[in-house]
């Protein structure tokens, strides 16, 4: 399948994860793919698995980074296609989150959504439009424990992506939103312990989780023709979790 050949889309969190399932998912339908992540070491190593991937040790917080990565991938043949994907994960009790861990939280999960956008937008434009894609959660259709600045953050995603959609559309970008339910990934590894797990997996309607790769299927769906009329939206990949709620 080769129906995103020509098309280049960039990626930001995609060592591991989400991120890197939708990088390898637009590289294996023939796109171009950009990469960025933090991680150096383990980006190294997914560049090496994504065929044609271009790697971006870049910190998401950082704007002049994000517009230096996202500069050159776009000179080397345009850009098509950006999915803020990045997220930090802190969870504890509002009154027990250091000031640190909040700023960390917000500058990669708020601003650094807000810099991808900002860094990808004129190239999209120049491309006579595409795709910017943002992540949301399911933990924003309820409450979670623990979990009030990761919340609020994937809250500000729903907004955000609506409010670009507006601003966008005169120059034919689209901005969407995916909402997974609960993905295993490094990053949720190291918040739920097995019991955690087994509880999460019997409050799914399916009696499992979703993966990386059918959140992916659902970047593929918005960034291909057949969504050409769909903008503004928040897409929930969750098995049906959030119709149930947490039980
Ligand atoms: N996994 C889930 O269950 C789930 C559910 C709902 C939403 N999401 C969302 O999906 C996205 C991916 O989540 P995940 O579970 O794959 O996360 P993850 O923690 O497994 O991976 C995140 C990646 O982002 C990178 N990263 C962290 N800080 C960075 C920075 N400053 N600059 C650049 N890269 C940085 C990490 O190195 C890592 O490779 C996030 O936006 C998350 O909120 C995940």
Redesign the pocket.
Known sequence: MDDFKGRRVFV??????????IAASFAERGAAVGI????GG??AETAAEIPGATAYE?????RSAMFRAVDNFAEAGGLDVMV??????YYAPLVDMPEAEVD?ML???IK?SFWGSQAATPHIAARGGGLIL??????VSFAIKNAAV?TS??GA?DAFTRQQAIELAPQGIRVNA?????????????LLDDAGWQARSAMMPMQR??T?RE?AEGALYLASDGAKGVTGITLKI?GGFTIVGPR
């Open positions: 930001t969190g995609a060592a591991g994860g989400i991120g890197k399932e960025a992540d933090i991680n383990l980006l870049a910190d998401v917080a950082d803020n994907n990045a997220v930090y994960f960390k500058d990669i999960g650094g943002n992540m949301s959660s399911v933990a990761y953050i994937k995603m995916l909402a997974p339910g609960t993905v295993v990934t490094p990053g949720t590894q190291a989780m979703v990386g959140i969750d």
